[in-house]
Antibody, heavy 116, light 107 residues
Framework: DVQLVQSGAEVKQPGESLKISCKGS????????IAWVRQMAGKGLEWMGS????????RYSPSFQGQVTISADKSISTAYLQWSSLKASDTAMYFC?????????WGQGSPVTVSS | DIQMTQSPSSLSASVGDRVTITCRAS??????LGWYQQKPGKAPKRLIY???NLQSGVPSRFSGSGSGTEFTLTISSLQPEDFATYYC?????????FGQGTKVEIK
């Protein structure tokens, strides 16, 4: 079975760095794009960007370009979403998702809270 | 960017009702559209892909139609487990964009 398992909840202070993860299993990880999607509390879904683990090609939404970094380590079938300096406005749930004719599988979500 | 305008933003309906949700794209996206259901605290789940294809395991009361700029998700007979928020997603061109969501509530 295809599974995307994300890292757990994080509580950070503004200005701190953070890297959350998404481990794929049950399929050939290098053959499918992985996306990251943000959902702020009580709000809709926002596509942040995606990565092709086979060659690490990435595409970012203009809204998130320069704000986050998407990467992958194909040796351990894991994709990452990273911030160098968190803001309170980064507080949200973050989902990873596999891309097949849109999105077919989702991770369970990683809640991130940024508060002083 | 392609804007996806979803309507209505919310609706109240009874069990057994027929429900229709619409997404309009700001430019033609062929049939590069999916529909997703999200329940509180959970990840979204795909219902429809390529505008009109039912995802495996999804009940046949869900259907999708449309092409180009106008798309519809229909629930033929609303069931208690269908009360949720529904989103469309266009994957025709980057950046991919979601509709704003439609919350289906119990009347």
């Amino acid at each position: 079975d295809v599974q995307l398992v994300q890292s757990g909840a994080e509580v950070k202070q503004p200005g701190e760095s953070l890297k959350i993860s998404c481990k794929g299993s049950g399929y050939t990880f290098t053959n499918y794009w992985i996306a990251w999607v943000r959902q702020m509390a009580g709000k809709g879904l926002e596509w942040m960007g995606s990565i092709y683990p086979g060659d690490s090609e990435t595409r970012y939404s203009p809204s998130f370009q320069g704000q986050v970094t998407i990467s992958a380590d194909k040796s351990i079938s894991t994709a990452y979403l990273q911030w160098s300096s968190l803001k309170a406005s980064d507080t949200a749930m973050y989902f990873c998702a596999r891309l097949v004719t849109g999105i077919d599988y989702w991770g369970q979500g990683s809640p991130v809270t940024v508060s002083s | 960017d392609i804007q996806m305008t979803q309507s209505p933003s919310s609706l109240s309906a009874s069990v057994g009702d027929r429900v229709t949700i619409t997404c309009r794209a700001s430019q033609a996206i062929r049939n590069d559209l999916g529909w997703y259901q999200q329940k509180p605290g959970k990840a979204p789940k795909r219902l429809i892909y390529a505008a009109s294809n039912l995802q495996s395991g999804v009940p046949s009361r869900f259907s999708g139609s449309g092409s180009g700029t106008e798309f519809t998700l229909t629930i033929s007979s609303l069931q208690p487990e269908d009360f949720a928020t529904y989103y469309c997603l266009q994957h025709n061109s980057y950046p991919w964009t979601f509709g704003q969501g439609t919350k289906v509530e119990i009347k």
